[in-house]
């Protein structure tokens, strides 16, 4: 059986809680950002192209110039 704790040291572990969970969010967005950029050119790269635009470009239908026909 777990014992009683006091409602004031339990807030305070729930706002410790909630700031760290914030840093470890900013974190992981940083490491996204990381993996996703070309350390030398800073410009995206294929782990953000897949990751990020191609989920993107598959769920969307492509235009047809004109209809196909089968005969």
Same mark, same amino acid.
């Given at each position: ?10 807030? *305070?572990?729930?706002?410790? =809680?909630?700031?760290?969970?914030? &840093?470890?969010?900013? @974190? ?6 990381? *993996?996703?950029?070309?350390? =030398?050119?800073?410009?995206?790269? &294929?782990?953000?192209? @897949? ?21």
């Amino acid at each position: 059986m777990s014992q009683a704790q006091d409602p004031a040291d339990l807030q *305070a572990e729930i706002a410790r =809680l909630k700031d760290e969970n914030e &840093k470890l969010r900013a @974190s992981n967005r940083r490491w996204i950002r990381i *993996a996703g950029t070309d350390s =030398l050119t800073k410009l995206p790269n &294929k782990v953000f192209f @897949s990751t990020a635009l191609l989920p993107q470009a598959i769920s969307k239908p492509m235009p047809m110039a004109s209809p196909w026909v089968v005969s």
